[in-house]
């Protein structure tokens, strides 16, 4: 599950693209014939029974086969594909990913028939070259590779590959609905949310809802998002004037005083980024934090020199600066500006893999010392008109990108900070004017993502209105389809998981009796929020809500939307922190926890089946709702939420020895999860999903020390109803993408590493040294 870290200013989700390098580059010992031979006939045994050596060396006569020398690249994947013999065709999931219309240069005519069957099967993808390197040789580990490829696609060996056997019917079946990212569990149930709350809000377009009630604001705001003729007809008039006042700004002052205004009228498209929550070292008060200019590709889509996705983002944003009425040489040249001074600025952001240390991103500025960093515009006037100047420090959470945001506004710049002021007004304004600006935002994530099809008008309509109106509908949801009985149930399946993991700290070999008891004392005092907030928050209570036919646009009750929202944020600055508060809807297929409040917080969304279904066996359960609760748990010691204490402060609670060793342990998490592929020339970050992956471990310990309770518990029950939860489907871009932004493990690995790290496993489907599965005791990790 997505752990909220401190950090709630990450960069927006947009994609970047791996390099297809199909195997990894190492310097390791490469592989002699024999050695291949010998770990063919033991991979390829239950795929193809009875093969035999001859069958792999085929054309060499005996006792000529050199076999200790070392094996030329080609021949390996010759021998690969006579060991497997009949390979199946990629169906499904493998068909999305494979490259099928791969080729080569350099095979020769003798190879061409098995290699062109490891490239249909998809086992075999292109090298950027366009060469297969014929006469490369290649190290073991690349032969694991291979053949790990190839029992994938098999899918039919829980010693070899968990996640394709649990789930390869499922897997070759799958669509992903049109306009989608992804198919799988969660998306499943996230739409089957998403028709409750169409159920919901249907019934109250129905309806005369009194005039101010939250039922007629949700009614009318759905009413105005999916009036796309009123929206085309009033086109981009809303922002105009703010461009044309963009445009005619003479200093970097004018044009900042211009995005203030907007931020004063229109609540959109302003420069500067103030966030109010909790103060990471006192957090029961609200404090104000800064993280800079910000740019709306995530870091390495711009360091890493991917020009597929500058085209993309820079055609984007041609026919953006277009739409608003500039010519299309200009236009371009403006785009070209944008995506240089965001480079600019992601260049010196933080790695997203640091941000979420609490070291990283609490760097305490007086606010004197933070006004006098911008010396091309007037911060103290800004900070007065926004409200936040009663604050009297800013944690800034990224110092590099601070410095460089300073930096960069200045006089010689001011043409490209206009292209970049405009840009983000036409991408922040555009989803809520005419249908042109959807296009083009759909169009943008469709080729980045590599989606298929549009979601009708009623989908987006609703996907906006869940998470505009989220406070009301949430309530609407909740009381519909959320019982009392449900919420005390899961309330003491927590409170369990909090015993049996007081228990596990209680026998840790590695932690001193003194951390064991903060550790304790840290469960103790956790605070548990399940289904919906007792409280819900009123915070759109004066705001005016209307259709175009009343007067009113989408446009302006995003405007009023906003306004109330930020007013709120603002006005709470300095004040105590609202601990009922959630992070979350109701209908969110998710769950979360919050270091600053030491809460873990489930909504009513994710408290269904196939997570949590009272019909089925409770093995299954523990699978998977199990696993969930024990997962946000474990989020408390997880290399971040371990450096805040049982009241939400960044605090050291640690011994100096302990908390070593608590850091070799997460080192080794890293390097047990890193490296894995996902699918071929896309590899797990060890790294960038450390904190999940620690989760996932301790996650997986409480819930099977639950199980192992029980009388004759079914641990198979128990592994499946686990993998099936993760069973997901995503196009080969989004699985790219996803590899260098998302801190939680592609879906395979965190079923495959996570399975193969516990005794229970093996006992249960009796894997040994021979399997790929199998990862030897010592390399294995005990944290939690
Ligand atoms: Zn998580």
């Given at each position: ?233 009033q086109g981009i008039k809303p922002i105009a004037p703010y461009l044309a006042d963009l445009d ?90 944008v995506y240089a001074f965001e480079k600019e600025l992601a260049a010196s952001s933080m790695d ?44 800034v959470t990224d110092v590099g990108l601070l410095n460089k945001s300073a930096e960069v506004l ?375």
């Amino acid at each position: 599950m997505k752990k909220i870290a401190a950090l709630l200013l990450s960069s927006s989700l947009f994609l970047t693209m791996l390099p297809a390098t199909a195997l990894a580059q190492e310097a390791k010992p490469n592989v002699t014939r024999a050695e291949v031979v010998e770990f063919l006939l033991n991979a390829a045994d239950d795929y193809n029974p009875g093969i035999k050596k001859e069958d792999i060396l085929k054309g060499y006569s005996k006792g000529d086969a050199k076999e200790d020398q070392e094996v030329s690249r080609i021949e390996v994947l010759i021998m690969l594909s006579r060991a497997f013999s009949n390979l199946p065709a990629p169906k499904g999931n493998d068909l999305r990913v494979a490259n099928t219309s791969a080729s080569f240069t350099d095979v020769p005519k003798w190879a061409q028939d098995e290699i062109s069957k490891l490239i249909a099967s998809g086992v075999l993808t292109d090298y950027p070259d366009g060469k297969l390197g014929v006469s490369d040789h290649i190290t073991k580990e690349q032969l694991l590779t291979l053949t790990k490829r190839v029992m994938a696609l098999e899918g039919s060996n829980p010693r070899d590959d968990y996640y394709e056997y649990v789930n390869k019917k499922w897997l070759n079946d799958s669509k992903i609905p049109a306009g989608e990212m992804s198919n799988g569990v969660f998306n499943e149930l996230a739409k089957a949310n998403e028709d409750r709350t169409k159920a919901i809000i249907d019934e109250l377009v129905k309806k005369q809802n009194p005039a101010g009630s939250k039922e007629q604001k949700i009614a009318d705001f759905y009413k105005s998002v999916l009036d796309m003729e009123s929206r085309n007809k009033q086109g981009i008039k809303p922002i105009a004037p703010y461009l044309a006042d963009l445009d005619k700004a003479s200093s970097v002052k004018e044009l900042f005083d211009t995005s203030m205004k907007m931020e004063n009228e229109i609540s959109k498209g302003g420069l500067l980024s103030f966030a109010v929550m909790g103060d990471a070292k006192d957090s029961n008060v609200n404090a104000l934090y800064f993280s800079g200019l910000g740019t709306r590709l995530d870091k390495n889509s711009y360091v890493s020199g991917d020009e597929k996705t500058k085209k993309v983002y820079t055609n984007y944003l041609t026919q953006l600066f277009v739409l608003s009425g500039t010519d299309e040489i200009a236009a371009k040249a403006q785009a070209e500006d944008v995506y240089a001074f965001e480079k600019e600025l992601a260049a010196s952001s933080m790695d997203l893999q640091d941000q979420g240390k609490v070291e990283n991103y609490y760097n305490p500025y007086t606010k004197d010392k933070f006004i006098t960093l911008f010396k091309s515009i007037d911060m103290s006037k800004y900070m007065k008109e926004l409200q936040v100047d009663k604050a009297d420090k800013v944690i800034v959470t990224d110092v590099g990108l601070l410095n460089k945001s300073a930096e960069v506004l200045n006089e010689k710049n001011l043409d490209k900070i206009k292209s970049y002021a405009k840009a983000t007004l036409l991408m922040n304004a555009g989803g809520t004017l005419s249908g042109d600006f959807l296009k083009l935002a759909t169009e943008f994530e469709a080729q980045l993502f590599g989606i298929e099809g549009e979601k009708t008008n009623e989908e987006m309509a609703v996907m906006t209105t869940q998470t505009v109106m989220s406070q009301y509908l949430s309530q609407e949801f909740a009381e519909k389809y959320f019982t009392k009985e449900a919420k005390q149930d899961v309330e003491q399946m927590v409170k369990q998981f909090i015993e049996v993991y007081k228990e596990r700290i209680k026998a840790l070999d590695w932690m001193s009796e003194a951390t064991k008891a903060k550790a304790i004392k840290k469960l103790d005092k956790m605070t548990i929020k399940i289904g919906y907030p007792d409280q819900w928050n009123d915070y759109l209570k004066d705001a005016s809500i209307k259709t175009f036919a009343d007067g009113g646009s989408l446009f302006d009750n995003i405007v009023v939307i906003n306004k109330a929202l930020k007013k709120q944020a603002f006005a709470s600055l300095g004040k105590p922190v609202d601990k009922s508060s959630w992070m979350m809807s109701t209908y969110e297929v998710n769950a979360y926890y919050n270091p600053l409040n030491n809460e873990i917080v489930f909504p009513a969304g994710i408290l269904q089946a196939p997570f949590y279904d009272i019909k089925a066996k409770r093995e299954t359960n523990l699978g998977a709702i199990g696993m969930v609760i024990a997962h946000e748990i474990s989020h408390a010691f997880d290399n971040l939420g371990s450096a805040y204490d049982e009241n939400g402060n960044a605090v050291n609670w640690w011994t100096p020895e302990d908390f070593k060793k608590f850091q070799e342990k997460c080192d080794q998490v890293i390097s047990y999860y890193d490296h894995v592929e996902v699918l071929p020339g896309v590899y797990n970050n060890g790294k960038l999903t450390v904190s999940e992956n620690i989760a996932d471990l301790g996650g997986m310990a409480a819930s099977l020390q639950v199980l192992s309770k029980m009388e004759n518990p079914d641990f198979k029950g128990y592994f499946e109803g686990y993998a099936t939860i993760w069973r997901m489907t995503m196009s080969k871009e989004t699985v790219a993408y996803l590899s260098t932004v998302d801190t939680h493990s592609a879906n395979k690995v965190r079923v495959n590493r996570t399975v193969s790290n516990f005794p229970e496993f093996y006992k249960a489907y009796q894997v040994n040294e021979k399997d790929a599965m199998y990862v030897a005791p010592k390399d294995r990790v005990s944290i939690w």
